[in-house]
C-alpha cells in the first residue's frame, strides 16, 4: 500500500471509530438502516420504524462482486445527479480487476474530496454501495421515519441504461445479473403490493445475463414496456 494510502486509510478508520461510537452512544448499533438518496436521508431504525439516528447522505461508488469493478456514482446513469456527488478532478469513472478494499480506498478519496463526515457501506449479496455521511445525530421528536417509496423510476433507469450499454456493443451480463439480484432480493418492500412485480422483472432481468444479444435486447424492451405500465399507475 502507498504510503498516502495508509495515511488516508488510518485518517478515515480513526472517523468510523467516531461513528461507531456515536452510533453506541444513541442505542443505534446493530440495528437496520435505510436510505432515501432522492431525499438525500440516512435513518437507523428500529423493528417498528422508529428512527434512532439519523444523517444526510450521497451516493459515492458502487463496487461489482460479479466482474470486480468499481463505478463511481457521477457515472452511474442509473443514479441521479442531485443523489450523488460531481466528479472529482484526477478520478475516472470506473476501475476494472479491482478489490473491495481498493473501493474502500477510492470511497475515502472522494469523500474527503466533497468534506464527508463519514462512511457507510451498504453490501448486497451481488455488490456494496458506499455512501457519504454528514450530519449524523440522534432522531429529535418530529423526525419522519423512513417510508418505502416506488422503486419503478430506479428500475426504469436501470433497464434504460443497460439497454444503451447492448446497443454500444458492451457486454451487459454483469449488470443484468447484478441489477436482476438486487431487485429480485429487495427487503425494503417485502410484504407490499410491491414486491411480487419488483421480484419477478428482477428475475427476469437476471436470466438474460448468459443470453444471446437478441434476447438479451427483445427481454430488455419488454422489461422497460412492463416498467412504464408500473410507473404510470
Not at 432515501?36 to 463496487?63: E, I
Not at 469513472?93 to 474527503?112: G, H, S
Not at 446497443?167 to 443484468?176: H, K, P, Q, T, Y
Amino acid at each position: 500500500m502507498h504510503e498516502d494510502d495508509e495515511a488516508l486509510q488510518t485518517r478515515w478508520e480513526t472517523r468510523q471509530d467516531r461513528l461507531k461510537a456515536l452510533l453506541e452512544e444513541h442505542g443505534a448499533v446493530g440495528l437496520d438502516f435505510r436510505a432515501d438518496l432522492s431525499l438525500g436521508r440516512f435513518w437507523w431504525q428500529r423493528p417498528d420504524g422508529r428512527p434512532v439516528v439519523v444523517a444526510s447522505t450521497r451516493f459515492l461508488l458502487s463496487y461489482a462482486r460479479s466482474d470486480s469493478s468499481i463505478l463511481c456514482g457521477w457515472a452511474n446513469r442509473s443514479i441521479p445527479a442531485s443523489a450523488t456527488v460531481p466528479a472529482i478532478e484526477g478520478i475516472g469513472p470506473r476501475v476494472n480487476d479491482c478489490t473491495e478494499e481498493d473501493a474502500w480506498l477510492l470511497a475515502m478519496r472522494i469523500a474527503d474530496a466533497v468534506g464527508a463526515h463519514f462512511l457507510y457501506r451498504a453490501p448486497t449479496p451481488q455488490s456494496s454501495a458506499f455512501l457519504a455521511l454528514w450530519d449524523v445525530r440522534a432522531a429529535a421528536e418530529g423526525d419522519a421515519p423512513f417510508v418505502p417509496g416506488s422503486p419503478w423510476e430506479h428500475v426504469r433507469k436501470v433497464v434504460e441504461a443497460i439497454a444503451s450499454q447492448l446497443e454500444e456493443g458492451r457486454d451487459v451480463s454483469a449488470l443484468a445479473r447484478g441489477y436482476g439480484h438486487t431487485f429480485a432480493e429487495d427487503h425494503l418492500r417485502r410484504g407490499t403490493s410491491l414486491e411480487a412485480p419488483l421480484r419477478s422483472i428482477g428475475e427476469r432481468l437476471a436470466a438474460i445475463a448468459e443470453a444471446p444479444r437478441e434476447t438479451q435486447r427483445a427481454t430488455l424492451a419488454a422489461l422497460a414496456a412492463e416498467v412504464a405500465r408500473h410507473e404510470a399507475q
